[in-house]
T-cell receptor, first 115, second 114 residues
Framework: DADVTQTPRNRITKTGKRIMLECSQT?????MYWYRQDPGLGLRLIYY???????NKGEISDGYSVSRQAQAKFSLSLESAIPNQTALYFC??????????????FGPGTRLTVL | AQSVSQHNHHVILSEAASLELGCNYS??????LFWYVQYPGQHLQLLLK????DPLVKGIKGFEAEFIKSKFSFNLRKPSVQWSDTAEYFC????????????WGLGTSLAVNP
């Protein structure tokens, strides 16, 4: 099932570099999310977008920015990467049409390592 | 702030043992409840969900969960686990109404020994 895709799947970069992670979806969902996953810390929400003109900060948005280029595309940027941003990053989507029930569909993840 | 608690952080079982993973949430109103599973090296997949109706819900791969409103709980169960159930399990809650985000538990890592 490739309804939610993420590129790249793996990335190693150096401190101070600018990095962009991309997410695309073919599910037709209007809502998109970026999470990071760290061992023992579960999933933490970075940013979320309910439509192209609606972008909101999550619980750990510092050091990150996003762009919703189209309904199907939601990019996450690290303006100046630092080692503690090393993590597994997931994009997810959900459908407003399910009356806000909130079921989310996840991409395969991007493993980012900042040296 | 609303929160979701998963009491077991790491669980180790032998094959054929029964499983119960606890999940409690703090929101007092209408909720929608989810269990997601993440197999090693993979993304999160929905295991089961509760929106309304019968509080005992059945999901994929023989899993079930029971919503007990009075206890603010949504515990996951499986009568007989298999080695292939080794994974991380996440409970998530969506507050009913206009709220559109999921509140996530920290996850439970399950290891099933063959």
């Amino acid at each position: 099932d490739a309804d939610v895709t993420q590129t790249p799947r793996n990335r190693i970069t150096k401190t101070g570099k600018r990095i962009m992670l991309e997410c695309s979806q073919t599910k037709g969902h209007d809502r998109m999310y970026w999470y990071r996953q760290d061992p023992g810390l579960g999933l933490r929400l970075i940013y979320y977008s309910f439509d192209v003109k609606d972008i909101n900060k999550g619980e750990i948005s510092d050091g990150y920015s996003v762009s919703r280029q189209a309904q199907a595309k939601f990019s996450l940027s690290l303006e100046s990467a630092i080692p503690n941003q090393t993590a597994l990053y997931f994009c997810a989507t959900s459908d407003r049409g399910t009356a806000g029930l909130g079921e989310q569909f996840f991409g395969p993840g991007t493993r980012l390592t900042v040296l | 702030a609303q929160s979701v608690s998963q009491h077991n952080h790491h669980v180790i079982l032998s094959e054929a043992a029964s499983l119960e993973l606890g999940c409690n949430y703090s929101y007092g109103g209408t909720v929608n409840l989810f269990w997601y599973v993440q197999y090693p090296g993979q993304h999160l997949q929905l295991l089961l969900k509760y929106f309304s109706g019968d509080p005992l819900v059945k999901g994929i791969k023989g899993f079930e969960a029971e919503f007990i409103k009075s206890k603010f709980s949504f515990n996951l169960r499986k009568p007989s686990v298999q080695w292939s159930d080794t994974a991380e399990y996440f409970c998530a809650v969506n507050e009913g109404g206009n709220n559109r985000k999921l509140i996530w538990g920290l996850g439970t890592s399950l290891a099933v020994n063959p």
